[in-house]
């Protein structure tokens, strides 16, 4: 057998990207990505995104309550994080990333940035996405990542 080059992303995932907005698709692809990163000793990202919505500043005090909420949902986020990670301390490195923007833009700036080797999202489970795209879908079509979307 002859030695090659190394083929990047042949060895399993070492860095997994995997978007996290509370919904229940997307802790059930956080759970899927724990189990992955676990099982191939893989770095795990879990990226929580805040969309900007100019919305909200248009009424009073509309900013302050989406801030609110959303510290609220990543607050949940830790300590679930926290519990699912107590008795396996050791055994999966992760990182819960927090921004704002638009959930594409910042998951695949992220999944570029680590050079990730898989991207998790859980389906979307608004039906307008049907006719304008989800961010799952978005991310398969951009075509740099193994994508898997967890029901």
């Known amino acids: 057998m002859q030695e090659g080059p190394f083929e990047y992303g042949t060895d399993g995932p070492k860095v997994i ?3 996290v907005d509370g919904s ?62 107590a008795p396996h301390r050791d055994a999966v490195r992760y990182e819960l990333l927090v921004e704002q923007g638009d959930a594409y833009a910042v998951l695949s700036r992220v999944a570029d940035e680590h050079r990730a080797d898989a991207v998790i999202v859980g389906a979307s489970q608004q039906a307008g996405h049907r006719l304008i795209g989800s961010v799952a ?6 075509g740099r990542w193994p994508v898997t979307v967890v029901p």
């Not at 879908?137 to 951009?142: D, K, N, S, T």
Request: proline share 3%; hydrophobic share 50%; no cysteine.
């Open 17 to 19: 990207v995997a978007g």
């Open 24 to 85: 229940e698709t997307s802790l059930r692809a956080a759970s899927y990505a724990w189990g992955l990163a676990r099982r191939s000793g893989a770095r795990l990202l879990l990226v929580h995104v805040t969309p900007l919505t100019s919305l909200s500043t248009l009424t009073p005090g509309g900013a302050a309550v989406l801030s609110q909420a959303s510290e609220e949902i990543v607050d949940e986020l830790r300590a679930e994080l926290e519990r699912a990670a």
């Open 137 to 142: 879908v978005r991310l398969v079509r951009a």
